[in-house]
């Protein structure tokens, strides 16, 4: 089930709704344990046990770590818990990746395995491995209740996409929250923006990189690729950004406060400024769990670039089940290392603007390797995009001609413009300008929403690219 269908929005989200708010306080963890089951097997019958398995998993050894901390058995259940999750993923989701690149290098011919990936399950494991690390550390109180553990792991609103939530940061929330109808407000509001974000933009925009992306690269200009890739990019960003978003106002509407997961990447002046903006929240886990841990930066200079190595490695890695979304992650990890090095610098001293669209054109080359799957493809689109098979062509000029407000809109919300407008009508001193904001405030939500349901009832292409990783 997908936030943006006539299901959820008609059927599934009432309801649960209904029962949510109606249930007493000390049954609302049991209204939305149960909610987020059913939200969960809707889509995923058999998998929901997987689900349960981790969930159970994680919260008992959770609890020895607790009844044997300073101990050294202590440890043993930490490993335990990363070893259960790391395999589960990792059979899931690379089992079919390994067997194929057996095959190649040996030509054993072994038959795939061709499981099904559970959706969601890189976003749920990594929440719930960081549970059992925080609670070593001490930097987490042990979870006692089964429910309220199974209440963080299984939260609907953010487990197929995140953002991923780490137990700490929702911890007082599981007990003492309190949603008043400003909150409830501000989410549904928040809702609207995401739910336009995916189908007003990513939806539409992303079947402009459908058409193109089904062309013969040896023949397409070098417009019409350069136009494909910038689809792409702004599907992807407004896709999980609208996620989020909805995500994100969803909580704030059952009394949750889950972390921003985008600020505007796309105005960014570095690779590394960058990631400091795209899914944070996955960022900041890799940082937290995995960067520091190795050492971080240290123990000098070449353990640093290591270590960023293998991070970006792993990045890449957890976003899909090929080749091609690990040269992606050393990609960027090239670039982060260089910006280490010399060109962070560099970068520094020259105007903003040139830094930015240095920026935008390595994220966009990224794309092309985290967009098309084998070596091949790649290299014949990059072709394209150096003007291989000439520079433009009537395709392409009727391609941007049908997209042009599109892609102006797409633009403008990519960046914090229409954010600082309404900010500064909502402190306006003058009464047109307060009186604006009040009307927008409730008029484009309104709004948006409307045209949403519009396009998802006529809708006949609706996927989420982040669904799943």
Not at 178 to 207: E, M, P, T, W, Y
Not at 208 to 227: E, H, R
Request: charged share 15%; with cysteine; proline share 4%.
């Amino acid at each position: 089930m997908v936030f943006s269908s006539v299901l959820f929005l008609f059927r599934f989200l009432p309801l649960f709704m209904i029962c949510y708010y109606l249930a007493p306080r000390r049954m609302k963890n049991f209204v939305l344990f149960l909610g987020s089951l059913v939200f969960y097997a809707w889509g995923e019958p058999v998998y929901v046990l997987l689900m349960l398995f981790s969930t159970l998993v994680d919260y008992c050894n959770g609890r020895l770590i607790e009844a044997n901390r300073g101990k050294g058995r202590a440890k043993i259940f930490l490993v335990s818990s990363i070893a259960i999750n790391l395999l589960v993923l990792c059979f899931f989701k690379y089992a079919d990746l390994l067997v194929q690149t057996l095959n190649v290098v040996t030509g054993a011919g072994i038959p795939l395995l061709k499981l099904p990936l559970p959706i969601g399950i890189s976003f749920y494991t990594f929440q719930t491995m960081s549970y059992t690390v925080d609670v070593y550390r001490g930097e987490a109180k042990v979870q006692k209740s089964l429910l309220d553990f199974g209440v963080f792991v299984t939260m609907f609103p953010q487990l197929i996409a995140g953002p991923i939530v780490k137990y700490r940061d929702v911890e007082d929330c599981l007990h003492g929250r309190r949603a008043d109808i400003l909150q409830i407000s501000h989410g549904c509001k928040r809702f609207c923006v995401g739910l336009a974000k995916k189908v007003l933009l990513a939806n539409q925009i992303g079947q402009l990189w459908a058409d193109i992306s089904a062309m013969n690269y040896l023949d397409m200009s070098m417009l019409t690729a350069w136009l494909g890739v910038t689809a792409f990019a702004f599907q992807i960003y407004f896709d999980f950004c609208g996620y989020s978003d909805m995500a994100i106002g969803l909580g704030e509407m059952l009394g949750f406060h889950f972390p921003e997961n985008f600020n505007h990447p796309y105005i960014s002046a570095s690779v590394t400024e960058f990631w400091r903006r795209w899914h944070i929240s996955l960022g900041s886990w890799f940082r937290e769990y995995v960067y520091i841990p190795l050492g971080g930066n240290r123990k000098g200079r070449p353990r640093q670039i290591l270590n960023i190595l293998i991070v970006w490695m792993f990045t890449g890695i957890w976003h899909g089940a090929g080749w091609n979304f690990l040269l992606w992650g050393l990609w960027f990890a090239i670039l982060l290392v260089l910006e280490k090095l010399f060109l962070g610098k560099v970068l520094s001293w020259l105007p903003r603007g040139i830094g930015i669209l240095y920026t935008l054109l390595a994220v966009w080359l990224g794309w092309v390797l985290f967009a098309l799957d084998t070596p091949e493809d790649i290299l014949r689109f990059m072709g394209a995009m150096a003007g291989g098979a000439g520079f433009w062509d009537q395709k392409a000029l009727f391609l941007g001609r049908e997209n042009l407000v599109l892609l102006c809109v797409a633009v403008l919300w990519a960046t914090p413009l229409p954010g600082s407008l309404a900010r500064k009508l909502e402190s306006s001193t003058q009464g047109v300008g307060m009186a604006l904001y009040r009307l927008g405030e409730k008029v484009i939500p309104t709004a948006l929403l409307i045209l949403s349901i519009a396009g998802i009832v006529e809708a006949s292409y609706n996927p989420f690219l982040y669904f799943r990783f």
